[in-house]
């Protein structure tokens, strides 16, 4: 038993009702009164606008420049009329306000779930340029790490795959070029760290991995002379004759050819292409930048 009954007479005394019938009453008005005060409805449940409104509301804003209020019209669609057509397209608009703000972060998180809801549409291709175009901004200085430098290329590459008749290929094929660029960049900078250090073989690595994975940029012209240098204090003058020889073949004009070709015959050497090393097989891809 929740209460128990003691010592109770079987009729209350008249004092108790008068006192039940003051206090009572005024406990109730008290609690409507503070009902009324403190609870506002209106705080709680947010008013519904119609969906093609907020959404071109969303874009009249993003077209005045005022991204942030542009974003909370994309969001109120999304939020207020989840799964309509105008949700999905607010998705990927939203996406795109993110990224003008450079809010990087909540772009691709909106891109990819846009991807993720809906990977047939026509703005799939969009919703994947968002994801590359967010990562391409955040690309670091060479002498920093390049996580995003990696993913703008994975990002572009799979757009130019899934998507190649997309009109945002061609921007894309740019963007991973300079990424690719950025990331031989990466590996010259700490091959010549291992090569000032006469670590040959860790620099002939980094050398080498130019040439044969960036063979169409820019620093495959100095891998190549760096890779003759380094085989040359190595002793292994017919790999050092071989990559001067590729070089020289590419880029005949170069003054690291000119440097290359100083630095054999100081040995009593020229270069002299050996058709079974991996730098011949390698010269062959080269298409430089």
């Known amino acids: 038993m929740f209460f128990k009954r003691i010592g109770q007479s079987k009729a209350p005394h008249r004092s108790v009702f008068l006192a039940l019938s003051v206090v009572v009453p005024s406990l109730f008005l008290s609690a409507c009164m503070s009902s009324e005060k403190d609870v506002d409805l209106s705080t709680y449940v947010e008013q519904t606008e119609p969906a093609d409104v907020l959404y071109n509301q969303g874009l009249a804003n993003l077209n005045a420049g005022r991204l942030q209020e542009a ?4 969001s109120a669609v999304d939020r207020q009329h989840p799964y309509s057509e105008y949700a999905r397209k607010s998705m990927v608009m939203g996406a795109f306000a993110d990224y003008r703000q450079g809010n990087y972060s909540e772009a691709i998180g909106s891109a990819k779930r846009y991807l993720t809801l809906y990977p047939s549409t026509d703005d799939a291709a969009y919703a994947q340029y968002i994801i590359g175009l967010s990562y391409y901004r955040q690309i670091r200085d060479v002498t920093q790490d390049q996580k995003e430098t990696r993913q703008t290329v994975q990002t572009m590459q799979d757009l130019v795959t899934r998507w190649p008749d997309s009109e945002y290929v061609d921007d894309a094929k740019e963007k991973i070029r300079f990424a690719n660029d950025q990331l031989a960049g990466k590996e010259m900078q700490i091959g010549r760290y291992y090569l000032e250090r006469r670590e040959y073989i860790a620099a002939v690595k980094r050398f080498r991995n130019v040439v044969e994975t960036y063979s169409n940029t ?9 890779l003759t240098e380094s085989y040359y204090a190595m002793g292994l003058t017919s790999e050092a004759q071989t990559a001067a020889a590729v070089l020289g ?8 050819y000119k440097d290359s070709y100083k630095l054999l015959q100081s040995g009593g050497l020229e270069p002299r292409e050996n058709a079974g090393s991996w730098i011949a ?7 430089g930048a």
Request: proline residues 4%.
């Open 71 to 74: 974003s909370r019209k994309f």
């Open 218 to 226: 820019r620093h495959v012209e100095e891998a190549l002379a760096r």
């Open 249 to 256: 073949t590419n880029y005949p004009d170069s003054v690291w």
């Open 281 to 287: 097989k390698a010269g062959k891809l080269i298409t």
